[in-house]
Structures are given as structure tokens and as C-alpha cells.
């Protein structure tokens, strides 16, 4: 089995060897970066738009990380732009010491915007990711238009490095 990367926006082929026939499958790749993003607020350049950027942030973090202000209720939404049966959803922690703004955010997945996605049915929470880590996620297909990374709560800041998102269109 030989995996072949190509740039995230790509399908990902995996090649096997069947005797002297070559069969391939394919998956589709990150659904992030077609989507369309926004956040419930911004600190400084830390736009949402750098949580889909392919770039985690490891050695310029200021440039490659969202943050939201410190707010009620922080959150970041992408529109997949198609429902779409998610299967997985890679997160990337910022690599500081406040890699604890991460910590009891929900990741949700769903078709309605109704406070600001945030009432779409949870794929998971995220009780911790270390500092400049990335951690997946099974949504075990769940559908859905956006996927919404949410915390509860007063006075929270939602950081993110990288959002990647994989499945198949719904109808597929």
C-alpha cells in the first residue's frame, strides 16, 4: 500500500498492487480549505480565514492562528458550502502558553445557522489538546452544511491553528 499526498485540496489517492494490476481509491481531502469561515470576533490579525490556510502555525504563530476576543460564548464556523457527511475533523493547537484556550470546545456539525451554529448536534468535545498539537476527531459521518467550534461560556477566547475537515458529499 502506497499513500501519495497531494496538496490538501486534492483528492488523496491510495494505490495498491493486485499482481501486476494497480487499483485505485480514492478519498476526498480537506473540505476546510474550499469553505468559508468567520468567527464571532477577532483579536488583532487573527483572522479566521488562518485556521484554513494549511499552514499550523508552528514557527510563526501570529500569522498563522485565529483568535477570537475575550467574549461570551467565542466561536468559529465553517461553511462547507454543500451538506456533507463528515467523517473526521483534525484541530491544531496553538504552540504557547495559551494553548488553553482550546480547552471544552465543542465541535459541531449540522445544517442550521441558529445561534450562530451552535445548536447543530455535537461530533465532539475538546477537553484538552497540548500546545502544538493536532488531535482527531470521529464524526462517524454526521451531516452537515458547517462545522462550528464552539466554547460555552463567559469570558472565553477560542484559539485555533488549523481546522482540516474529511467526507463525501451527502448524496454521494
Not at 40 to 56: L, V
Not at 67 to 96: A, C, F, G, H, K
Not at 113 to 132: D, M, Q
Request: contains cysteine.
Amino acid at each position: 500500500l502506497e499513500l501519495r499526498h497531494y496538496i490538501s485540496f486534492m483528492l488523496v489517492q491510495i494505490m495498491r498492487k493486485h499482481g501486476s494490476q494497480k487499483v485505485f481509491i480514492n478519498f476526498p481531502g480537506n473540505r476546510a480549505v474550499e469553505g468559508a469561515v468567520t468567527q464571532s470576533s477577532t483579536f488583532a490579525g487573527w483572522f479566521a480565514e488562518k485556521a484554513t490556510d494549511s499552514n499550523r502555525g508552528f514557527k510563526q504563530l501570529n500569522t498563522a492562528c485565529t483568535s477570537t476576543l475575550n467574549e461570551s460564548n467565542p466561536w468559529w464556523r465553517l461553511d462547507l458550502r454543500d451538506v456533507y457527511r463528515v467523517s473526521e475533523v483534525v484541530i491544531t493547537n496553538r504552540n504557547d502558553s495559551y494553548a488553553g484556550q482550546i480547552n471544552g470546545a465543542e465541535i459541531r456539525i449540522g445544517i442550521s445557522l441558529e445561534n450562530n451554529g451552535s445548536n447543530n448536534p455535537i461530533c465532539a468535545v475538546i477537553s484538552t489538546i497540548p500546545a502544538g498539537e493536532s488531535y482527531n476527531f470521529s464524526c462517524n459521518g454526521m451531516e452537515g452544511r458547517y462545522m462550528i467550534v464552539h466554547i460555552p461560556g463567559d469570558w472565553e477566547i477560542l484559539s485555533l491553528c488549523e481546522v482540516e475537515v474529511y467526507g463525501y458529499l451527502a448524496g454521494n
